[in-house]
């Protein structure tokens, strides 16, 4: 892997990494129940709860109120 992958994802035109809270409707439920990435196109690659970093991201998370999902996703 790169040393810079971050900066070339900032500078790719197609994908981003993005933070974002859990939709309303997701709390309570898990990213495989969700099937987050084949219907929101997302690559979950950490999640933050409070002032934890979870990473890796278990396809069991269930998501709360507040996290913090850290995603893959194409612009």
Same mark, same amino acid.
Do not use: C
């Given at each position: 892997?790169?040393?810079? %992958?971050? &900066?070339?994802?900032?500078?790719?035109?197609?994908?981003?990494?993005? &933070?974002?809270? #859990?939709?309303?409707?997701?709390?309570?439920?898990?990213?495989? &129940?969700?099937?987050?990435?084949?219907?929101?196109?997302?690559?979950?690659?950490?999640?933050?709860?409070?002032?934890?970093?979870?990473? #890796?991201?278990?396809?069991?998370?269930?998501?709360?109120?507040?996290?913090?999902? %850290?995603?893959?996703?194409?612009?």
């Amino acid at each position: 892997t790169s040393s810079n %992958v971050l &900066e070339i994802l900032d500078e790719s035109e197609h994908y981003a990494i993005e &933070e974002q809270p #859990p939709l309303p409707q997701w709390v309570g439920k898990s990213i495989a &129940e969700l099937d987050i990435r084949r219907k929101h196109g997302l690559t979950i690659i950490a999640v933050m709860r409070g002032e934890k970093l979870n990473v #890796p991201v278990s396809p069991d998370w269930v998501f709360a109120a507040g996290d913090v999902i %850290v995603a893959l996703n194409k612009k």
